[in-house]
């Protein structure tokens, strides 16, 4: 079955960098654009960045412009976020999510989400 | 940024109860917009989309109504499985934006 699951979650000082992947499994991972989600502690969902299914575009959200990167490796079925430069603000479960269609369409498939702490 | 709000941010409801959310995006987004469900320390999963379409699975005690910037969620007849939090989102353009989220809790 559609499985994402996200790793590399952890407690991190500000200003050092972490890197989430997720790994996929069940569909045909190249097809889909993957987005990253998050959600601060008691908080709502926040969006924050998607790469198109061949890698060829990334959109992010203003806060993390400059300091995050999204890629992906097809070959491998797998999804990264590169998080540089973290903020306290950027505590939060990570979720991947996979985009349900090629164009712009609504997330169908949520991985179980990986926590990330940025405190001293 | 499309801004989503949702109202109203959180109610109590009886097993059995029609309820209805609403959300308003801060400029139209055609029919571009989906519902999630989320349960305390579970992902969100895929109610609704293109504003009305149910999402395979999900019971059709759920409906969604809408376009433009005036959107809808209605639950038939409230199941214990359904007290959660609901979220819309517009996949109009980016950033993609969720509204602040609707907690429905039991009476």
């Known amino acids: 079955q559609v499985q994402l699951v996200e790793s590399g979650g952890g407690v991190v000082q500000p200003g050092r960098s972490l890197r989430l992947s997720c790994a996929a499994s069940?569909?045909?991972?190249?097809?889909?654009?993957m987005h990253w989600v998050r959600q601060a502690p008691g908080k709502g969902l926040e969006w924050v960045a998607v790469?198109?299914?061949?890698?060829?575009?990334?959109y992010y959200t203003d806060s993390v412009k400059g300091r995050f990167t999204i890629s992906r490796d097809n070959s491998k079925n797998t999804l990264h976020l590169q998080m540089d430069s973290l903020r306290p603000e950027d505590t939060a479960v990570y979720y991947c999510?996979?985009?349900?269609?090629?164009?712009?369409?609504?997330?169908?498939?949520w991985g179980q989400g990986t926590l990330v702490t940025v405190s001293s | 940024a499309i801004r989503m709000t949702q109202s109203p941010s959180s109610f109590s409801a009886s097993t059995g109860d029609r309820v209805t959310i609403t959300c308003r995006a801060s400029?139209?987004?055609?029919?571009?917009l989906a519902w999630y469900q989320q349960k305390p320390g579970k992902a969100p999963k895929l109610l609704i989309y293109?504003?009305?379409t149910l999402q395979s699975g999900v019971p059709s005690t759920f409906s969604g109504s809408g376009s433009g910037t005036d959107f809808t969620l209605t639950i038939s007849r409230l199941q214990s499985e359904d007290f959660a939090t609901y979220y819309c989102?517009?996949?109009?353009?980016?950033?993609?934006?969720f509204g602040q989220g609707t907690k429905v809790e039991i009476k």
């Open positions: 790469i198109s299914y061949d890698g060829s575009k990334e």
């Open positions: 293109a504003a009305s």
């Open positions: 989102q517009q996949y109009y353009s980016y950033p993609r934006t």
């Open positions: 999510a996979r985009g349900s269609c090629g164009g712009d369409c609504p997330f169908d498939c």
């Open positions: 400029l139209g987004i055609s029919t571009s």
């Open positions: 069940g569909f045909t991972f190249s097809f889909y654009a």
